[in-house]
């Protein structure tokens, strides 16, 4: 069984510039989240969707950060200026329901120069 | 936000040791789960141990639960150079909110 898929791996960008990040869960998995994780650090909640309907979005920068989750697979998190701050990895997961373990993709890393 | 603080933030040991990490959290939990993260690689999940349970064991890995203290232990007995990277404690609150720690990196030297 595939696992979560994300893409790109890599992306550098000038600042203002826009990004997206695009993410396919385990097939089935109804819960999907997005991570942010910086160097040294611990992932840090950006939004979760349980089927197509975020559900905790109180961390996700709405100003610059967007996300969907079109027919509650995959998912898009778009980011829109980008700025040299949001140099960091990009992390998708998706679990069964939102009482279980969670799968992680390889993460999208993202420069902004 | 992060929920939890892990200690130490960094560990070194032999093969052949035991290594421990905690996790303390601040609030009530449905479960408390440990990750491992390779460098440059996405988390993998270990083991996941219920508010109700106070210990669980996986191969060799021994978890620890004392809500009362909120806090947890990873032990990793016998250790390996393939174990050598980030460990994440992970908590399901009770609003089923998800939150990870801080992490500990643990190095084992062959």
């Known amino acids: 069984e595939a696992g979560v898929v994300q893409s790109p791996r890599y992306k550098i960008i000038e600042k203002k510039q826009p990004v997206a990040f695009w993410c396919n869960p385990i097939s089935g998995h109804n819960t999907l989240y997005w991570y942010l994780q910086n ?9 979760r969707y349980e089927n197509e309907e975020a559900v905790d979005d109180s961390q996700l920068p709405k100003d610059r950060f967007s996300a969907e989750r079109l027919k509650g697979v995959d998912s898009t998190l778009k ?17 069964l329901d939102f009482t279980g373990e969670l799968f992680f993709g390889e993460g999208s890393r993202l420069t902004v120069l | 936000s992060q929920q939890g603080e892990e200690d130490p933030q960094a560990l070194s040991i032999q093969e052949g040791e035991n290594a421990t990490m905690n996790c303390s959290y601040k609030t009530s939990i449905n479960n408390l789960q440990w990750y491992r993260q390779n460098s440059g690689r996405g988390l993998v ?11 669980k064991h996986s191969g060799r890995l021994r978890v620890t639960l004392d809500t009362s203290k909120k806090s947890s232990s990873l032990l990793i007995t016998a250790s ?17 909110q998800f939150y990870f720690g801080t992490g500990t990196s643990l190095t084992v030297i062959p």
């Open chain 1, 79 to 95: 980011i829109q200026p980008a700025e040299l701050g949001d140099s960091a990895v990009y992390l998708c997961a998706s679990s």
């Open chain 2, 80 to 96: 390996r150079a393939a174990d050598t990277a980030s460990y994440f404690c992970a908590t399901r609150g009770t609003g089923n």
């Open chain 2, 45 to 55: 999940h270990l083991i996941l141990i219920r508010s109700n349970e106070r210990e």
């Open chain 1, 39 to 47: 160097l040294g650090q611990g992932p840090e909640l950006l939004i």
